[in-house]
């Protein structure tokens, strides 16, 4: 009896695990093909940057946590929020960066949108305010785009930023954001 050939049924039956297997297997190889072409592809990062800011010096002393560092600027009040994009006036890209969180100091949702275009070392670019915040585009002096958030007081606040660029361009990924608080509408760094 040990040598009894399968009957049909049993060799269906492996037939069918076999390819079902096989086919398993080729759906998980193609969607991970998939996957990573759409995550190569797909032009949308959101929390690429998060940040909480408790005080930028004075009574309320300094504290942060997140991307932006803990700064001693002496006050809270009138104070600039700078972020460095990964872009240069040598990159080609059209870029989106929404700014949304919360500023307890000015009791106001923050809810700041820049839109911009550098293509052949030519930059044109606008800050869409939602009345919320003064900001702005700028390029520091080393060729960097930089954004701005005015403050009229910092004190308590917390934001992410979501990005967006144009699909053959280089993303703006978790980490390549660079914040810093100062008292100038303009830095460097």
Known sequence: MADE????LDLLLAAIRLFTNNFIDKVAEAKSAIVGKRDEAFPF???VFQAFIGGTGGPHGT???GAVPSTNLGRTEQVYLHLKLPYT????????????GYNYGASKILDCSFVGRIKNGVYS??????????????TSASGSIMLYI??????????SINAWCNVLAKKVK???LVGRVSLSNRMDF
């Open 5 to 8: 050939p399968p009957s049909k």
């Open 45 to 47: 990062n959101q929390c």
């Open 63 to 65: 504290s942060s946590d």
């Open 89 to 100: 006036l040598q990159d080609n890209v059209e870029f989106s960066i929404d700014v949304d």
């Open 125 to 138: 670019g606008f800050a869409a305010e939602t009345n919320t915040h003064t900001s702005g585009i700028y």
């Open 150 to 159: 005015y403050f009229p007081s910092i004190y308590y606040t917390s934001f």
């Open 174 to 176: 978790k980490g390549e």
